[in-house]
């Protein structure tokens, strides 16, 4: 865990979100490893489907991947998980390095709870649960609109902007992966590549390829051509606006 987190101040700002948006949330670090939510236990259409310890694992699963795509993409990505709620999430980023994630979920938003649950039974059909119990939990779940979901995603981000200029999520500079960014940060338009790199810290490449993959969401050569090549995208910018 490269980040530390200031959890009763975070607790608040979450009661505090869904208090607003009547939405739950939850954040996790850097390693995809739940931290705090709000309300602390999720639905009861979700407490179903976990009921199944397949599914459970599935829910497991579609957090790590939803994590790892935020990371990649390093903003807000909204989706439906494996049993058909809508889910949205955002990285929060110090630096260059995605340190946590906010996520929202347990979301209906169909069109018809009809339809919904057409789909939602089609998702679910090999998993053990009660049927019954879920189609009862599911109409009971709001029905929430597509703008809805993006308003309250764009206040989330917020949160998560929030997060670190109050200082309630910093880094541990010793950690290595925070070292190795900072280094980045300072020496990418010099002559820099991963042998370079590793060499510099100590490490293999494979070691350094696994710590780019986690935190860029790419290996170490393409996340350096990226930050030169916007580098030069803000360069070209700035002088375009100069000559007009």
Same mark, same amino acid.
Not at 20 to 28: A, E, G, H, L, S
Not at 153 to 159: K, L, P, R, T
Not at 182 to 195: G, N, P, R, W
């Given at each position: 865990m490269i980040s530390s987190f200031d959890l009763s101040k975070l607790k608040l700002l979450l009661k505090d979100f869904h208090h607003?948006?009547?939405?739950?949330?939850?954040?996790?670090d850097d390693s995809f490893r739940e931290l705090a939510a709000y309300p602390e236990l999720p639905a009861p259409f979700c407490q179903i489907i976990r009921s199944d310890p397949e599914a459970a694992a599935c829910c497991h699963r579609c957090d790590k991947r939803a994590c790892e795509t935020a990371a990649k993409r390093r903003t807000l990505y909204t989706y439906r998980c494996h049993a058909g709620l809508t889910e949205s999430i955002t990285p929060i980023i110090i630096g260059n390095i995605p340190i946590g994630y906010l996520l929202f979920g347990q979301v209906f938003s169909y069109p018809s709870y009809e339809e919904g649950w057409r789909q939602i039974q089609e998702l679910c059909q090999g998993y053990r649960i009660n049927f019954d119990a879920l189609n009862a939990a599911c109409q009971k779940q709001p029905a929430v609109t597509a703008d809805y979901i993006s308003s309250a995603?764009?206040?989330?981000? #917020? @949160?998560a902007s929030f997060l670190c200029m109050e200082r309630m999520v910093t880094l541990r500079r010793q950690e290595l992966p925070v070292q190795i960014d900072?280094?980045?940060?300072?020496?990418?338009?010099?002559?820099?590549? #991963? @042998?370079s790199l590793a060499g510099q810290f100590g490490i293999g490449r494979t070691q350094l390829y696994k710590i780019a993959k986690q935190n860029y969401g790419v290996g170490i050569a393409e996340h350096i051509r990226n930050l030169r090549m916007e580098k030069a995208r803000k360069l070209l910018t700035e002088q375009s606006g100069l000559t007009t």
């Open positions: 607003m948006t009547r939405i739950r949330i939850t954040v996790f995603s764009h206040i989330m981000q #917020a @949160v900072e280094y980045i940060q300072m020496h990418f338009t010099e002559k820099l590549d #991963a @042998v």
